[in-house]
């Protein structure tokens, strides 16, 4: 491994930019159903041409749901293919410009070169690399900038204004990549960026019974910054990763997992506010208490919202998935509350696996 001072220091995730073909509605989708507040727009009205950005924040988490405005754009044409989907992994800097000449010089494929835009709030540097499929990390440094989100933003201040869900911040985002490729972009992660793999599920892990897949989580110096890899595994059944890369048209982000402090209010609320989750078999919490062991949540309200609980060496986990939040069977969310758990419901795969297929079966993809 090369010295530390050839990687960027990464200080946690900036923003998730996704590229849409409604950004007014996808806003206020994250608005209504993920309590996201309204923090900042771009657009025509604030010199940017050709397509339209709002921001929106929950917690430490920040959104930005961008569309373009006329057919002939870069933006439009993701939106062609992939549908709604992730576009950008933007990683918060110090210094925007080092973090480009780092992971270009250990072999990234230059996304764009460091740039400084600057308005009447001061300046930001920004710089990007290509990652898999057509998503990119842009480095985001953004200690001389004191506007609401970056330059050419403006605030955002629409009269509706739901209250927030308890999302808190990106646990972790998961990249969905083709057949044999998990491995390069896990070297991807080890030589551009200093990552190291802190985790391994192969495919006997999650069972070939189920709809296989092989999967490395990738994290950086600091653990707060944590990438796992998918790829599909040959199964008795179509893998689910098999399923995005043929709907997304390639690889990209299959999931982000936010984290709350309180996973019991807040799937309440995001189910209040018309947020579909994934159900598991009733027999799941039958199993449960033997697995798990003493929990401080009350038992029946986890099983009542379909939350899931896993255990590892250091403590447990609550999650839950959502549905693919597009009609594509793409991008989907995970909340997640750890309770001294670094892992990430390994013990869970089997009943949401089969949560996963009976849906992939609805769908005919199975
Ligand atoms: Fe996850």
């Given at each position: 491994?090369?010295?530390?001072?050839?990687?960027?220091?990464?200080?946690?995730?900036?923003?998730?930019?996704?590229?849409?073909?409604?950004?007014?509605?996808?806003?206020?989708?994250?608005?209504?159903?993920?309590?996201?507040?309204?923090?900042?727009?771009?657009?025509?009205?604030?010199?940017?041409?050709?397509?339209?950005?709002?921001?929106?924040?929950?917690?430490?988490?920040?959104?930005?749901?961008?569309?373009?405005?006329?057919?002939?754009?870069?933006?439009?044409?993701?939106?062609?293919?992939?549908?709604?989907?992730?576009?950008v992994l933007a990683l918060l800097v110090d210094d925007a410009k080092k973090a480009w000449q780092q992971t270009t010089r250990n072999g990234a494929k230059n996304y764009i070169e460091p740039s400084l835009l600057q308005d009447d709030s001061g300046s930001a540097m920004l710089s990007g690399i290509h990652?898999?499929?057509?998503?990119?990390?842009?480095?985001?440094?953004?200690?001389?900038?004191?506007?609401?989100?970056?330059?050419?933003?403006?605030?955002?201040?629409?009269?509706?204004?739901?209250?927030?869900?308890?999302?808190?911040?990106?646990?972790?985002?998961?990249?969905?990549?083709?057949?044999?490729?998990?491995?390069?972009?896990?070297?991807?992660?080890?030589?551009?960026?200093?990552?190291?793999?802190?985790?391994?599920?192969?495919?006997?892990?999650?069972?070939?019974?189920?709809?296989?897949?092989?999967?490395?989580?990738?994290?950086?110096?600091?653990?707060?910054?944590?990438?796992?890899?998918?790829?599909?595994?040959?199964?008795?059944?179509?893998?689910?990763?098999?399923?995005?890369?043929?709907?997304?048209?390639?690889?990209?982000?299959?999931?982000?997992?936010?984290?709350?402090?309180?996973?019991?209010?807040?799937?309440?609320?995001?189910?209040?506010?018309?947020?579909?989750?994934?159900?598991?078999?009733?027999?799941?919490?039958?199993?449960?208490?033997?697995?798990?062991?003493?929990?401080?949540?009350?038992?029946?309200?986890?099983?009542?919202?379909?939350?899931?609980?896993?255990?590892?060496?250091?403590?447990?986990?609550?999650?839950?998935?959502?549905?693919?939040?597009?009609?594509?069977?793409?991008?989907?969310?995970?909340?997640?509350?750890?309770?001294?758990?670094?892992?990430?419901?390994?013990?869970?795969?089997?009943?949401?696996?089969?949560?996963?297929?009976?849906?992939?079966?609805?769908?005919?993809?199975?």
């Amino acid at each position: 491994m090369k010295p530390s001072s050839n990687y960027p220091e990464l200080l946690g995730t900036d923003h998730i930019e996704f590229y849409v073909g409604n950004a007014r509605q996808a806003a206020h989708y994250y608005q209504a159903a993920f309590g996201f507040q309204p923090l900042a727009y771009a657009g025509p009205e604030t010199g940017v041409k050709g397509s339209v950005s709002y921001a929106l924040r929950q917690g430490k988490i920040i959104f930005v749901f961008t569309t373009a405005l006329r057919t002939s754009s870069p933006i439009a044409d993701h939106v062609f293919l992939h549908g709604d989907g992730v576009r950008v992994l933007a990683l918060l800097v110090d210094d925007a410009k080092k973090a480009w000449q780092q992971t270009t010089r250990n072999g990234a494929k230059n996304y764009i070169e460091p740039s400084l835009l600057q308005d009447d709030s001061g300046s930001a540097m920004l710089s990007g690399i290509h990652l898999y499929g057509e998503t990119v990390h842009v480095f985001v440094e953004r200690k001389n900038y004191h506007g609401v989100f970056l330059p050419g933003f403006v605030p955002w201040k629409p009269v509706y204004r739901p209250g927030d869900a308890g999302l808190l911040v990106v646990d972790h985002c998961v990249g969905n990549v083709g057949w044999n490729r998990m491995n390069h972009w896990v070297q991807f992660y080890e030589s551009v960026m200093g990552f190291t793999n802190i985790l391994s599920f192969d495919d006997i892990d999650i069972s070939t019974e189920y709809s296989a897949l092989m999967s490395k989580v990738m994290a950086n110096g600091n653990g707060y910054i944590k990438f796992p890899i998918n790829e599909p595994a040959e199964g008795k059944k179509k893998s689910q990763v098999e399923e995005f890369l043929e709907f997304y048209c390639g690889e990209g982000v299959q999931h982000i997992a936010m984290a709350t402090k309180d996973i019991i209010e807040t799937v309440s609320t995001l189910q209040k506010q018309g947020v579909e989750f994934l159900k598991v078999p009733d027999t799941y919490y039958a199993e449960l208490q033997q697995r798990i062991g003493v929990i401080d949540e009350d038992m029946s309200a986890l099983k009542e919202l379909g939350i899931l609980i896993d255990r590892d060496d250091e403590g447990y986990l609550l999650q839950i998935f959502t549905k693919p939040v597009e009609d594509r069977p793409t991008l989907f969310f995970e909340i997640i509350q750890r309770k001294g758990a670094k892992s990430f419901g390994k013990g869970n795969f089997k009943a949401l696996f089969e949560a996963i297929e009976k849906e992939q079966a609805l769908r005919g993809n199975l």
